[in-house]
């Protein structure tokens, strides 16, 4: 979104809510009573792997995500780990290298990855198809990425390590890596599944990550970083559709987050995505997404000083919950922010802090409430939010919800949502893929049209 358009709807949402005011409206919800307190039927869903997964709104399928690959002038397949270390060496743009159903143990170094595909010949390493290949990795980086246009498919990938520090990233994305897609695949157990950043004044821009899940068995027994996906001073990421789930730290600060961009990146959106902190364990402080996590050093910042953490970030059609004890989304020195559409269940809200944060907050669903500290500024309007000071139960989502906590999301009461929304710029999809109404959007993550072929169920 351009800076002017930006104005354009800042100054579209302050109209709205001097109109919704002036009619004698507000724009926190009463909080709405009820919500079902059984066990989460996610915990099994997450337990059975990618074969019990497939056919949810979010997460990798089992029949591949669609995209299609140009036909290879080199195609390879490998049935050793020997045989992928070869491959990835030898690879030229166009390259498929297919890996032979099975299981595969990794130990040692890192695979590096370091020729270069071209945009419109990428390099290919993928399984046949999603849960017929593991690759375990003990290592303490798996796939070093420092080569351009590069695409990683349809993996299941499974960190092994015996002491938790030694397994930190299944991906490692640095330097000259631009263009870099990881799709349709699903990753456990690391501390930070993908890691992104800069190397030597080179940034690994505009990559994608759609269709994964990420998840972790257990508490990380660590004094490092703990988040899903951590970029760091990249820009033009998209990160899409993906399940990010189950991540704690259990040593150092106890603060763990699902996803996060910081160290002055700009224009990352992260949309459609179903965010769990907590579903088979629970504790601990877990932040579900973040623009400008806890601040960068400053030799790690992409214009050397970090004053502004992010620029011009999105976060729309997510569903975030189950963040009991941290905000579900926190903003930290950044700036320029769009925050629309999103239901944030069982958190502790929206938290924005610091005088460089600034954001415009439209069209969510807020269990928690809107905390603006130390300097933030904030223009929201069409939110249901809960009360700020509120404990982080469901106690907004369950009145609007069907079963929030179970992934339920066909709705119990429409007219607090259908059609109430403010209009947002752009041609956005919501997180069953439809387009939104120009004129009159809903509220949340889903457009609930009459006809919609969407089943609105998390899993």
Not at 140 to 146: A, D, I, Q, S, T
Not at 415 to 421: F, I, L, N, Y
């Given at each position: 979104m351009t800076g002017g358009r930006r104005r354009n709807l800042r100054r579209l949402v302050v109209s709205a809510i001097a109109a919704f005011l002036a009619a004698g409206g507000v724009l926190a919800a009463e909080p709405l009573s009820g919500h079902s307190d059984r066990a989460s039927a996610s915990e099994a869903a997450l337990s059975v792997g990618p074969e019990g997964w497939s056919g949810a709104l979010v997460g990798p399928r089992l029949g591949g995500i669609g995209e299609p690959h140009l036909p290879s002038a080199k195609a390879v397949v490998v049935e050793t780990v020997t045989d992928l270390r070869a491959a990835v060496r030898a690879a030229e743009p166009g390259t498929v290298i297919e890996i032979h159903p099975g299981s595969y143990d990794f130990s040692g170094g890192k695979i590096e990855?370091?020729?270069p595909g071209l945009p419109d010949r990428p390099i290919v390493l993928r399984a046949p198809t999603l849960a017929s290949v593991r690759l375990r990795f003990s290592l303490?980086?798996?796939?070093?990425?420092?080569a351009p246009y590069w695409?990683?498919?349809n993996l299941v990938i499974e960190g092994t390590c015996e002491d938790d520090s030694r397994c930190e990233h299944a991906f490692h994305?640095?330097?000259d890596a631009v263009g870099v897609v990881i799709q349709n695949n699903w990753i456990a157990d690391f501390n930070a599944a993908i890691k992104v950043n800069g190397k030597g004044g080179r940034?690994?821009?505009a990559g994608t990550i759609r269709h994964n899940a990420f998840v972790n068995s257990r508490p990380r027994d660590t004094d490092r970083p703990v988040a899903l996906l951590d970029l760091v001073s990249v820009s033009r990421w998209r990160i899409q559709k993906n399940l990010i789930a189950d991540f704690a730290k259990a040593g150092g600060n106890y603060t763990s987050y699902g996803a996060f961009?910081?160290?002055a990146g700009e224009d990352n959106i992260f949309e459609q995505n179903l965010v769990r902190c907590e579903g088979r364990h629970s504790?601990?402080?877990?932040i579900g997404f973040s623009f400008g996590d806890g601040g960068t050093g400053r030799r790690f910042c992409r214009d050397g000083s970090c004053e502004v953490e992010h620029r011009r970030g999105i976060a729309r059609n997510n569903v975030i919950m189950n963040c009991p004890n941290r905000a579900g989304i926190y903003l930290n020195k950044s700036a320029e922010t769009l925050i629309h559409n999103n239901a944030l269940i069982a958190t502790a809200g929206v938290e924005l802090r610091g005088a460089g944060t600034d954001a415009v907050i439209v069209n969510n669903i807020v269990d928690g409430g809107l905390k603006v500290l130390d300097g933030a500024a904030v223009t929201a309007a069409s939110n249901i939010v809960g009360p700020p000071d509120g404990t982080p139960s469901a106690v907004v989502s369950s009145g609007i919800f069907r079963d929030a906590l179970g992934g339920d999301l066909r709705l119990k009461d429409s007219?607090?949502?259908?059609?109430?929304?403010v209009p947002v710029d752009g041609d956005w999809l919501d997180l069953c893929g439809q387009h939104q109404d120009d004129a009159a959007p809903d509220i949340g993550p889903i457009q609930y049209r009459p006809q919609s072929a969407c089943v609105r169920r998390l899993w």
């Open positions: 990855i370091d020729r303490l980086e798996g796939f070093h990425v420092l695409v990683f498919e994305v640095v330097g940034y690994p821009d961009f910081k160290g504790g601990l402080d877990r007219r607090a949502t259908v059609g109430q929304g």
